[in-house]
């Protein structure tokens, strides 16, 4: 065994050891403490507000804050508009979608998300891209791990509902266009290249619960309705797995590796044989 066949050998080795692209939480930066954070106008609830856990900012206007307002806590806070914390934070979040898109599409599911699931972790994407889950659907989202659905839109409807045993703050929604938030409960951190609105359910008063975060890249983010709305949990410490996977070597390839490592061993003991 020669040289160039134990170059071979490495390259061959790498090849069988790299693993598929994993799913993997984005660096979210100064965007993490943000629990509703938009380009372009943000739009607080009006009669009895909205809740929000993390911090709110826009680079435009804000309104109806109050009768919204942040929960209180260290370091969160109504950030007056255009401030560069804002800014920079938004930029983080590009970074984050950007991140997010560049995991690929993962696994094709029907647009309908009534029909799918219980799913657990994985890279996630829709036959059209236009994810829905129709008025009273519940998708499921289970187990340890991240969650990442790479969609072109994204709508649950009224009486819809994400639920499971999966943390919220390890599930990502990245949306190239809209996102419209209408169902009882909704998993993730959302974040739109355009746009995200959360409405009400059904009637006065009664709110969307969004545990995570609303992210409008370049339009507003609208909490619609007269209250009852709270968006966060998961903008202080937040739970996410933020990283890179560490790849492991298959049976095959250690099988390999233990060949070459043998042959590296021979042709080192025949060079010093051949010296003395």
């Keep these: 065994m020669n040289s160039r066949l134990i170059r071979a050998g490495v390259a061959a080795l790498l090849l069988i050891s790299a693993?598929?692209?994993?799913?993997?939480?984005?660096?979210l930066g100064t965007s993490e403490q943000f629990g509703t954070i938009s380009a372009a106008g943000l739009v607080g609830q009006a009669g009895n507000g909205a809740l929000i856990a993390g911090s709110v900012g826009s680079n435009t206007a804000i309104s109806n804050f109050p009768?919204?307002?942040?929960v209180p806590a260290p370091g969160r806070r109504v950030f007056p508009v255009a401030d560069p914390v804002v800014a920079s934070a938004l930029n983080d979040a590009n970074t984050a979608f950007n991140f997010l898109q560049a995991q690929g599409p993962g696994t094709v599911l029907a647009d309908n998300l009534a029909t799918v699931g219980p799913l657990t972790s994985g890279?996630?994407?829709t036959t059209t891209g236009a994810a829905d889950l129709p008025a009273g659907a519940v998708l499921v989202l289970n187990g340890p791990g991240i969650f990442v659905f790479n969609v072109d839109s994204l709508t649950a409807n009224v009486l819809s509902s994400v639920a499971g045993t999966a943390n919220p703050c390890n599930v990502f929604?990245?949306?190239?266009?809209?996102?419209?938030?209408?169902?009882n409960n909704f998993f993730g951190t959302v974040i739109a290249l355009a746009s995200v609105?959360?409405?009400?359910?059904?009637?006065?008063?009664?709110?969307?619960?969004?545990?995570?975060r609303a992210v409008g890249l370049?339009?507003?983010?609208?909490?619609?309705g007269d209250g009852g709305t709270t968006v966060g949990g998961c903008s202080a410490g937040a739970l996410a797995l933020a990283g890179t996977r560490i790849p492991t070597l298959s049976e095959w390839a250690m099988i390999l590796l233990a060949m070459l490592m043998a042959g590296a061993g021979i042709v080192a003991m025949r060079r010093k044989g051949a010296k003395l």
């Design 173 to 183: 929604f990245s949306v190239q266009s809209s996102a419209t938030l209408n169902g």
């Design 19 to 27: 693993p598929a692209l994993a799913q993997v939480a984005p660096p």
């Design 123 to 125: 890279i996630f994407s």
């Design 197 to 212: 609105t959360i409405g009400d359910i059904v009637g006065p008063l009664v709110g969307t619960n969004l545990q995570g």
């Design 67 to 70: 009768p919204s307002d942040v």
């Design 218 to 224: 370049t339009g507003a983010v609208t909490l619609a």
